[in-house]
């Protein structure tokens, strides 16, 4: 059976289509729309289907955002709205092909994407959703030159790539947040990433402090 969105999911989708068809400037269409309309949370299935089909497929991905966060403690600390991932910009048009398949279609681009740390974005940010309304990014983005900045994670027990603890810190610190929304969700997400820091950076310390005594 198709999934569908709930009746007030698709009545403020259609409000927000209206929203940003108004003759003012983006940065209001964006205020306004941000106070009427969410997406519809991303379940952890979906998200698991999203990234097991993505691999089976050879596209390789790094989980960034709010799930990103939560893999890199290893369980879901709040519910998340969209399915972040970072990608290479050759295999765009694989993933493209990939969500389709399970039913996503593209939404709208972004074309000026604020960098992720000091990482840049190459292109658009590509915004796709299902008949559900859920909602996955794909952030085109060189991923050899992500380096140490990738670290090992999971979601429900499954091991995906995802942005280390060190880059969610950096991205997450310093950022004015006006809406009151997205500030609680923007320090839950920092607090769970200093926490993954600070549980990555034990061994390290226990190891230095081990090495000092031995000698």
Wanted: glycine share 8%.
């Amino acid at each position: 059976m198709r999934e569908s969105a709930s009746y007030w999911i698709r009545f403020t989708d259609r409000l927000n289509v209206l929203v940003w068809a108004l003759p003012v400037p983006r940065r209001v269409k964006a205020v306004l729309s941000r106070a009427i309309y969410q997406n519809p949370t991303m379940p952890i299935a979906t998200a698991l289907l999203v990234l097991g089909t993505l691999d089976a497929a050879g596209v390789e991905t790094v989980v960034m955002g709010g799930w990103g966060i939560d893999a890199l403690v290893g369980e879901q600390q709040r519910p998340h709205r969209d399915l972040d991932l970072i990608l290479d910009q050759g295999n765009l048009e694989s993933a493209l092909a990939v969500l389709s398949g399970l039913g996503f279609a593209e939404w709208f681009r972004n074309p000026t994407p604020v960098p992720f740390g000091e990482h840049g974005i190459e292109g658009d940010v590509v915004v796709m959703r299902d008949a559900a309304l859920r909602v996955v990014d794909l952030h085109p983005m060189c991923l050899a030159a992500l380096g140490p900045s990738v670290a090992t994670g999971s979601i429900d027990g499954r091991e995906v790539m995802c942005v280390s603890a060190s880059l969610q810190v950096e991205a997450h610190t310093g950022n004015r947040i006006r809406s009151r929304r997205e500030r609680r969700r923007h320090e839950t997400n920092l607090r769970t990433a200093r926490r993954a820091l600070t549980a990555a950076e034990a061994p390290v310390k226990q190891s230095d402090r081990s090495a000092s005594l031995a000698q």
